[in-house]
């Protein structure tokens, strides 16, 4: 099996994972109803998409 032959610098460490940082998911609000969703999802809340019901909604109860 494959061993290190040097001891990586934990400055070298850092920099080779500098770029698997997550990021905070974008979000919309939903032109319907005002709640906040995700981009080309459905909203949850009530159930529509790109302008029209595509689903029945929580508050359609």
């Known amino acids: 099996m494959a061993l290190p032959k040097y001891r990586i610098s934990k400055t070298r460490k850092l920099k080779k994972r500098s770029h698997l940082a997550l990021s905070v998911p974008a979000r919309n609000l939903c032109p319907d109803c005002g ?13 529509s998409y790109g302008g029209r019901k595509v689903m029945a909604g929580t508050d359609d109860a």
């Open 35 to 47: 709640q906040v969703k995700l981009p080309h999802r459905v909203c949850l809340h009530c159930g």
